[in-house]
């Protein structure tokens, strides 16, 4: 799915040579407690992830914090309620991990997806920096 989306900018293939910096990857994940991959299936097919990672902190009263990152629904599903369901699962995996807020980015480009974040209640109350290493 990350290697189909033209808006993730992200380097993303199905190239075999990109295999070993996938697995790391996983195994990076896996290896967290702090972070957990996500999948739905639709009979038997992958069609929708996303990854939570529950961070403590010491702003907001030592609040814990969820951040979304990866969310993607297979393209021709999407409008139909798979995403609504997915970050809805991630809003209670948070809670149930204790943390106190939920927050995600979203590529600039993404307007449909700013919509749809915006209808799930999330609201635009950051300005978010990226800068490559």
């Given at each position: 799915?990350f ?6 900018g992200?380097?993303?293939t ?6 070993d ?5 996983f195994?990076?994940?896996?290896a967290s407690s ?7 299936r639709?009979?038997g097919?992958?069609?929708?992830t996303?990854?939570?990672?529950v961070?403590?902190?010491?702003a ?8 979304v990152?990866?969310?993607?629904v297979a393209?021709?599903?999407r409008g139909?309620?798979i ?20 927050a995600?980015t ?7 997806a700013?919509r749809?974040?915006?209808r799930?209640?999330?609201a635009?109350?950051?300005?978010g920096f990226?800068?490559?290493?």
């Open positions: 799915m290697a189909a989306d033209p808006l993730g992200h380097g993303d199905v190239d075999p040579a990109a295999l910096a996938y697995k790391a990857g195994d990076a994940i896996t702090a972070t957990e991959l996500f999948v739905a639709l009979d097919r992958v069609v929708a996303f990854q939570l990672i961070v403590g902190g010491i907001g009263r030592g609040a814990c914090r969820a951040i990152e990866g969310v993607q393209p021709d599903l139909r309620g995403g609504a369901a997915v970050v809805a699962h991630a809003e209670a995996e948070a809670r149930a991990r204790g943390a106190a807020t939920v995600l979203s590529n600039a480009a993404r307007t449909d700013h749809f974040y915006a799930l209640g999330f635009r109350t950051h300005v990226k800068k490559p290493l």
